[in-house]
């Protein structure tokens, strides 16, 4: 049995990229009890000068608003703010270092990031359709885990209830090489982005939980795929990205290793009316 498509290619590989993503958003709603969420892989879709981008995404639990800005033909500023919350029920649950403790009701999650980052970009090919680019940069934000815990007496079954919390700073720097291939109306990127994370000043009132974590560099490998298509005017773009997220098994942590996210991406500078046109010809030299 042969299996075809009837539409265009491109409309096949979006079509393809929009179901994975979609299976991508729906699963990360389900993984609780994580000390980790990636955020959103950012990818510039600079092509020349001036050229800009303000985007923003929506997640299983929270949103990413990315912008950057071209300053040059091959290099520009990139930024980023990401902002997590959650509330996972999670009965039966029992936190490493804690005897005799369980979370019958729920835990609640809040994390945030703020970054800022350089761009190097440079298209390879004459045609100007396929670029590369490298970014890297460093984040500061906060991470905090709330659970409401019931813990057993050592005479009868009888106990009592109390929040337990874990609060820490985090701090992250990354590297991320993308290669783009554009075409008129839409693109497609594939980037692969390293980060390292550490979690200072931790405050919780048990050290044993989340203790091997602190101050410890905690490392991941985040290759990710984004679709972008333009429904009509060139200066918006809608855009999808599916990924995965790999730490290294130094340390053991629980973590969300999936990266889903739909959003809007708009070009401020084309909207204002400067326009870049889509070369069909090789750029002279």
């Known amino acids: 049995m042969k299996l075809t498509c009837s539409r265009p290619v491109w409309q096949c590989v ?17 993984i609780p ?22 985007s923003g ?21 990139w930024g980023g703010w990401y902002r997590r919350s959650e509330r996972n029920y999670a009965r039966g649950y029992r936190p490493e270092g804690l005897s005799g403790y369980r979370t019958p009701d729920s835990v609640r999650y809040g994390r945030g990031l703020v970054s800022l980052g350089a761009v ?7 045609w100007r359709r396929f670029f590369f680019s ?17 813990r057993k007496s050592s005479v009868d079954s009888t106990g009592i209830y109390e929040d337990y919390a874990y609060r820490a ?47 410890q560099l905690l490392s991941f490998v985040e290759p990710a795929m984004t679709w972008k298509l333009s429904p009509g005017p060139d200066w918006l773009m809608i855009s999808a990205q599916a990924g995965v997220s790999l730490h290294t098994p130094a340390i053991d942590y629980r973590y969300r290793p999936l990266i889903g996210n739909i959003g809007v991406s708009v070009d401020p500078v084309k909207l204002l ?7 069909q010809t090789p750029s002279p030299r």
């Open 134 to 150: 490298v970014s890297a940069g460093y984040g500061t934000g906060y991470f905090r885990m709330i659970s409401h815990i019931h």
């Open 273 to 279: 009316g400067k326009k870049e046109p889509f070369r």
């Open 57 to 77: 995404s929506l997640s299983a639990r929270g949103f990413d608003l990315q912008a950057g800005y071209a300053l040059t033909g091959h290099f520009g500023v």
């Open 14 to 30: 979006l079509l393809s990229g929009l179901i994975f993503c979609g299976i991508c958003f729906a699963a990360s709603c389900t």
């Open 169 to 215: 700073r985090m701090r992250r720097i990354y590297v991320q090489p993308a290669f783009m291939h554009r075409f008129e109306h839409w693109s497609v990127t594939i980037s692969v982005r390293w980060s390292g994370t550490v979690y200072q000043d931790v405050r919780s009132p048990d050290p044993d939980l989340y203790g091997h974590v602190s101050n």
């Open 120 to 126: 190097y970009y440079t298209p390879v090919d004459q």
């Open 33 to 54: 009890h994580y000390m980790y969420a990636p955020t959103a892989a950012g990818v510039p879709s600079f092509t020349g000068k001036h050229t800009s981008q303000i």
